[in-house]
């Protein structure tokens, strides 16, 4: 058993992915073959947005956004402090400073409350982070942007697919909401390639041809570089892989919330765990599946389920602020992040993906359910 079966999933889709891949053999047009495009534009339709932006990776994506929104060395721009390390690492890459911001218990995602009380003169953006396929509160992350004139990035590598709602009940799109927004196609990403690739989204034409040019050496015209660049491309098989997959990304998901579903049935009077729980404003593309467990008990039941041969997954074991890599570079209003710092020591990811049958889930569920019992 695995957490994420992209085995199976290959089979399911093989016929589809086989043709795609031997048409990029054929061509031998391997960078940028007219796949990437036709892939960019048909993630454009989906999200329902102007420029889609291909890029090597969603780390690269991060870097070029940061980039492209001219932020300078020396900036400041606000991050959760629970969160995978990608976009505080390349803040600090280029020179920025992170500011931690603590996370809701509930969501996992940035404490939209908290952030006006960190911002400070070098504040220039706030990176949110979609974290396993619900979107952050956008509407109030908003206005604290737009009071302090700070640019939003939305870092949508793990909820591509998922919905906003307003408070008029105007939805949008996860990723469509501020200035810009980043993915990635790692393979168990909502949207995976079969090897590495990222993408930017924005409605902003300009700075859609600003991050174009940075992820090609700062070039538009071949050989006249305009300003520093990187070399981050999307090749073209795993474009075409890409635009097989995203023909299915509504079904896979709505497969994963049937799923979700059943663990929430099932989990339901169960005292020692709490299930994930779903914002108002948001829809769930369960990325992934978060249990909350006391300190105590989630390392030996991570174990337990280990001895079941079922896998389970801690995303992530340390805060930002307990990272030695990041310890000192990070700027924190309060001197523990304690929400965040607590749930690194309390969630336990399950497997959820989009073929997995109900003898795999009830097997899960059973060994869950007995761990309660054994207790
Ligand atoms: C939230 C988040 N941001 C960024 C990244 C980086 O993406 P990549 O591995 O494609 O560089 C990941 C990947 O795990 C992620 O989960």
């Known amino acids: 058993m695995r957490m994420v079966d992209l085995q199976s999933q290959y089979v399911h889709i093989k016929k589809e992915i086989d043709e795609a891949i031997q048409e990029v053999l054929n061509s031998a047009a391997f960078i940028n073959g007219p796949q990437v495009k036709a892939f960019a534009d048909e993630l454009a339709t989906y999200l329902d947005v102007p420029h889609v ?19 300078k060395a020396g900036d400041e721009v606000i991050v959760p402090a629970f969160t995978y390390a990608a976009a505080i690492e390349v803040i600090v890459l280029l ?3 992170p500011v931690l911001v603590d996370v809701d218990p509930d969501t996992f995602n940035i404490d939209a409350g908290q952030i ?5 003169s070098r504040t220039k953006a706030i990176v949110v982070v979609h974290l396993f396929g619900q979107c952050c509160d956008m509407e109030r992350v908003l206005n604290v942007a737009n009071k302090y004139n700070l640019f939003v990035v939305e870092d949508n590598a793990q909820s591509l697919g998922a919905t906003y709602t307003f408070s008029n009940r105007k939805t949008k799109k996860a990723g469509t909401i501020g200035h810009i927004s980043t993915t990635s196609f790692f393979p168990t990403k909502p949207l995976g390639a079969y090897g590495d690739g990222g993408a930017l989204i924005t409605s902003d034409s300009k700075l859609a041809e600003r991050v174009r040019c940075i992820a090609n050496h700062g070039q538009k015209e071949k050989f006249h570089h305009r300003m520093i660049g990187c070399n981050s491309r999307l090749d073209t098989l795993q474009a ?13 998901t709505e497969t994963r919330r049937q799923i979700a579903l059943r663990y929430d049935e099932a989990f339901h009077s169960c005292t020692h765990i709490i299930p994930p729980y779903r914002a108002s404003y948001s829809s769930h593309v369960y990325h992934q599946y978060t249990l909350r467990i006391s300190n105590a008990e989630r390392n030996d039941l991570k174990d337990y389920l280990h001895t079941k041969g079922i896998p389970s997954a801690v995303y992530y074991p340390l805060s930002i602020q307990e990272q030695t890599a990041f310890r000192v570079l990070v700027r924190t209003t309060q001197p523990v992040m304690r929400e965040a710092a607590r749930l690194s020591r309390s969630v336990l990811s399950i497997p959820i993906h989009s073929e997995m049958d109900d003898a795999v889930q009830n097997n899960i569920i059973n060994a869950i359910l007995g761990y309660g019992k054994k207790r």
């Open 53 to 71: 932006i291909p890029c090597a990776n969603g780390t690269d994506a991060l870097q070029i956004a940061l980039m492209g929104l001219g932020l």
């Open 95 to 97: 020179g920025m400073t």
């Open 116 to 120: 006006e009380q960190t911002v400070s």
């Open 240 to 252: 075409a892989i890409l635009r097989v997959k995203l023909r299915h990304i509504d079904t896979f």
